[in-house]
């Protein structure tokens, strides 16, 4: 078998391997443009659900959900550029206060 790197890494980005973590803080994995919003404050969003699209290295990669809960805030708009780690969006997880 013969790997694409890039297409590889494009791959575990968009599954959010880099970018998920129990917290439920959404950080972005690697530098690029918001393009698009799929959620916003006070929603209620499942494990999993998109969150925001980014894109980078000419792909757009929807990011998604790390946890259970409600939106508490969105850092970023369409049209804004990110650098890497840098909070996107924040989810208060089902059953904490």
């Known amino acids: 078998w013969v790997i694409d790197e890039r297409r590889e890494r494009a791959r575990a980005l968009a599954g959010g391997d ?18 698009k919003m799929l959620a916003s404050t006070g929603d209620r969003v499942d494990k999993g659900a ?20 409600i939106v508490r ?10 650098e890497k780690g840098e909070l996107l969006v924040s989810i208060e997880k089902d059953g904490q206060v």
Request: net charge negative; aromatic share 2%; proline share 8%.
């Open 18 to 35: 880099a970018v998920r973590s129990q917290s439920g803080e959404l950080h972005a994995p690697m530098p690029g443009l918001v393009v």
């Open 73 to 82: 805030e969105v850092r970023v708009q369409p049209g804004q550029t990110v």
């Open 50 to 69: 998109g969150l925001v699209v980014v894109e980078a290295m000419k792909m757009e990669n929807e990011f998604r959900s790390p946890v259970a809960g």
